[in-house]
């Protein structure tokens, strides 16, 4: 890390080598890669969190051409298309270098925690996700907005999807202390 000054870069390795992830992808669900990257000050008593990043990647097959689609909520516009499942998993195991600026010269330590959420999303959350990425607020009059109901029922889905096996994975990695 003092190579980069300090700063933190993440790198997911083998996620799509999970059957329980590969499975419900090919067959039409997508994939949500939710990464959280915080940076910690350790004190002696309670460690102070100093900054936060987050960040997802969709990653799809569209159902008609067999490729693999991946979105990112840094860029809504933006996307990657792959043909084979093999090319997006490279694509998806890239090293993600963290918007957090790196730790001043106050002194004392600090460590970096990553963690990373895989969902299974079903297609009216990816619809949802992709309004929310565009800025497109619901009412709570239409299913599927912001009311309770919808809320209700999302939660419901959620569980569902969770009962029948396609449950989140999570992953968590932190580095070792250093001092800039």
Do not use: C
């Amino acid at each position: 890390m003092p190579e980069n000054g300090w700063r933190a870069a993440v790198r997911p390795v083998d996620l799509l080598s999970d059957s329980a992830l590969i499975r419900p992808l090919i067959s039409g669900l997508p994939l949500r890669f939710h990464f959280v990257v915080e940076l910690w000050h350790d004190k002696f008593f309670a460690d102070g969190l100093v900054d936060r990043a987050t960040w997802s990647l969709i990653l799809f097959q569209e159902p008609l051409s067999g490729e693999y689609r991946m979105t990112y909520s840094w860029d809504p516009q933006a996307e990657d298309w792959f043909i084979s499942l093999t090319d997006a998993a490279a694509a998806l195991e890239r090293w993600y270098r963290t918007p957090l600026q790196a730790p001043g010269g106050g002194g004392g330590t600090y460590y970096y925690e990553a963690s990373l959420e895989v969902e299974i999303l079903s297609l009216g959350d990816l619809d949802e996700l992709e309004h929310w990425l565009r800025g497109e607020v619901g009412s709570g009059d239409e299913p599927g907005g912001g009311g309770v109901f919808g809320a209700l029922g999302r939660g419901v889905k959620r569980l569902f999807i969770r009962l029948i096996g396609l449950s989140a994975r999570k992953y968590g990695a932190r580095s070792e202390p250093f001092r800039p």
